[in-house]
């Protein structure tokens, strides 16, 4: 990270699922996930693409990025970040089928960690 000048903390807006985008709510499906940031994140400009990994075991989503890819890039570059929204609202609405993650909003905060706990 130290690469792209990002401290911890820093963050920006991100759309959860590139094939999701701008929608009301989202179905998110455990495992790989591809994002688009809606906001430039330090100096990774909008539109990256963040790529990462989905939980959706318990009663909220899990979001955690491992990857990012500039704009006109043509290698991914490591990070460590983690989706985050306001007042719970990774919280998995009711009816979200097991493996899946049914969000009421299609995007969310994005933000640098130094690690996973």
């Known amino acids: 990270m130290r690469y792209l000048r990002l401290g911890v903390g820093d963050g920006a807006s991100v759309e959860f699922d590139v094939n999701q985008m701008h929608g009301r709510?989202?179905?998110?499906?455990?495992?790989?996930?591809?994002?688009?940031?809606?906001?430039?994140?330090?100096?990774?400009?909008?539109?990256?693409?963040?790529?990462?990994?989905?939980?959706?075991?318990?009663?909220?989503?899990?979001?955690?990025y491992f990857e990012a890819l500039p704009p006109g890039a043509s290698q991914r570059v490591p990070i460590c970040a983690v989706a985050r929204t306001?007042?719970?609202?990774m919280r998995k609405l009711p009816g979200?089928?097991?493996?899946?993650?049914?969000?009421?909003?299609?995007?969310?905060?994005?933000?640098?960690?130094?690690?996973?706990?």
């Open 25 to 64: 709510s989202v179905t998110l499906h455990e495992g790989r996930v591809e994002s688009v940031l809606i906001d430039d994140l330090g100096t990774l400009e909008a539109p990256a693409r963040l790529y990462g990994y989905v939980w959706t075991s318990g009663p909220q989503a899990v979001i955690r």
């Open 86 to 89: 306001a007042k719970g609202q």
């Open 96 to 117: 979200s089928a097991p493996g899946t993650a049914v969000l009421e909003f299609s995007g969310g905060g994005v933000f640098i960690v130094d690690e996973f706990l």
